[in-house]
């Protein structure tokens, strides 16, 4: 069973919506948990990075939450842009190790 | 400060064949990782190397599959005699010598026909 589950697998917006996509794990401990955004055909590039004491770390227009108790995560996107369609990435790290362990991934699609 | 280069970013073989993908990490980076990406699936693990040395490949099928990063030059993932089930886009991965914070590269698509 896959240690990081995310929901939805996909899901389409209108360009200016908002959307909020989650996480859930099962790693423990951990030491971090990272949102990742992979375009089309490319290499996925981190977004935010959040220590387990750490609650709500933003870029821009993303945010991202951490509930620690119920092992949860979220990404929330403002205002999306046609740039947002995308897949997006939870990624959950032991402490002081190398070893990330990625969920599936949510493909967000912004239409005009 | 050029990012992590993967080559080629397109691989097609035949059945039977070997296939050879590199990596250059980021400059100043002297760890590299490989990973797999199957289609719907998430990114796997599959072997950290440092200049010279084999950290851990455990997640590196034991046969077929072998992994170098020499003194000079970029980190290769050999996969020898390829199958159907070797396509997959293959990432690789370089960090600094201290923390594990890892960038990725462009990846390499590998198809098998």
């Known amino acids: 069973k896959n240690q990081v589950e995310q929901s939805p697998q996909s899901l389409i917006i209108l360009e200016g919506k908002n959307c909020t996509l989650q996480c859930n794990y099962t790693v423990s401990p951990f030491s971090n948990l990272r949102w990742y955004k992979q375009d089309t055909g490319r290499g996925p590039v981190s977004l935010t990075i959040m220590t387990f004491s750490e609650n709500t770390k933003s870029n821009g227009r993303y945010t991202a939450t951490l509930d620690a108790d119920t092992k949860q995560s979220s990404l929330h996107i403002t205002a999306s842009q046609l740039s947002d369609s995308a897949s997006y990435i939870c990624v959950v790290s032991l402490p002081n190790d190398y070893k990330l362990s990625f969920g599936a991934g949510t493909t967000v699609t912004v239409r005009a | 400060n050029a990012g992590v280069m993967q080559n080629p970013r397109h691989l097609v073989r035949r059945r039977g064949q070997e296939a050879r993908l590199r990596c250059s990490p980021m400059k100043g980076h002297s760890h590299v990782y490989w990973y797999r990406q199957l289609p719907e699936e998430g990114l796997k693990f599959m072997v950290y190397l440092q200049k010279e040395n084999i950290i851990d490949e455990s997640g590196m099928p034991k046969e077929r599959f072998s992994a170098e990063f020499p003194k000079e030059g970029p980190s290769i993932l050999r996969i020898q005699q390829v199958v159907r089930g070797d396509s997959a886009a293959y990432f690789c991965?370089?960090?600094?010598?201290?923390?594990?914070?890892?960038?990725f590269g462009p990846g390499t698509r590998l198809t098998v026909t």
């Open positions: 991965a370089s960090s600094p010598p201290v923390g594990y914070e890892q960038y």
